[in-house]
């Protein structure tokens, strides 16, 4: 089993900057994929960032410029940057890992942008 456990989340106002991490534990063999996903009131999960193994990387349009994925492969980390947040940001962040073919979620953090 892994768990992941997410940090970081909170309320910043527009313009704004939050780092996410993202801590995995247990049995960690191989990890394919890291990625974050966020799921807004109302609406479907969706895809924000993704690294790959061999630290490829792919963004949501929307996303792009503005937040950056990063890993520490020593720690089993992933990390979020998020900077010139929007309203529009505001959601529920989830951390996940693809460890040997099978998902694991963490349990999500709420990102609130907001004045």
């Known amino acids: 089993q892994v768990q992941l456990v997410e940090s970081g989340g909170g309320l910043v106002q527009p313009g704004g900057s939050l780092r996410l991490s993202c801590a995995a534990s247990?049995?960690?063999?191989?990890?394919?994929?890291m990625g974050w996903y966020r799921q807004a009131p109302g609406k479907q999960r969706e895809l924000v960032a993704r690294i790959i193994s061999g630290f490829s990387s792919n963004y949501a349009d929307s996303v792009k410029g503005r937040f950056t994925i990063s890993r520490d492969n020593a720690k089993n980390t992933v990390y979020l940057q998020m900077n010139s947040l929007k309203p529009e940001d505001t959601a529920v962040y989830y951390c996940?890992?693809?460890?040997?073919?099978?998902?694991?979620w963490g349990k999500g953090i709420l990102v609130t942008v907001s004045s």
């Open positions: 996940n890992f693809d460890v040997r073919g099978l998902d694991y």
């Open positions: 247990g049995m960690i063999f191989r990890i394919n994929a």
